[in-house]
């Protein structure tokens, strides 16, 4: 499954560099993408697994920037 997501307060490029290497790691994720300039997220995950993977998605992403915000 694909989907994409809007990011909210992602305050710079590098943090969106270092969120989508992490997320890319994840058991179950396929591909992964995190742009700065347009603040959205493109996930492409195990569709059976996929609520799962998203919940471990926003914790990654909280640990490299705290103020972010995934918006679902």
């Known amino acids: 499954m ?3 997501f809007k990011l909210q307060d992602l305050d710079c490029a590098n943090c969106a560099a270092k ?4 997320i890319k ?3 179950g994720v396929t591909d992964a993408s995190v742009s700065f ?3 959205k ?7 059976a697994r996929f609520d799962a993977i998203l919940k ?12 972010c915000t995934i918006l679902l």
Do not use: F, G, R, S
Not at 19 to 22: D, G, K, R, T, Y
Not at 41 to 47: G, K, P, S, V
Not at 60 to 65: G, N, P
């Open 2 to 4: 694909k989907k994409t």
């Open 19 to 22: 969120m989508e290497n992490a």
């Open 25 to 27: 790691k994840l058991d």
């Open 37 to 39: 300039m347009t603040q």
């Open 41 to 47: 997220l493109m996930l492409e995950a195990d569709d």
């Open 56 to 67: 471990e998605v926003v914790k990654t992403c909280k640990k490299v920037e705290p103020d």
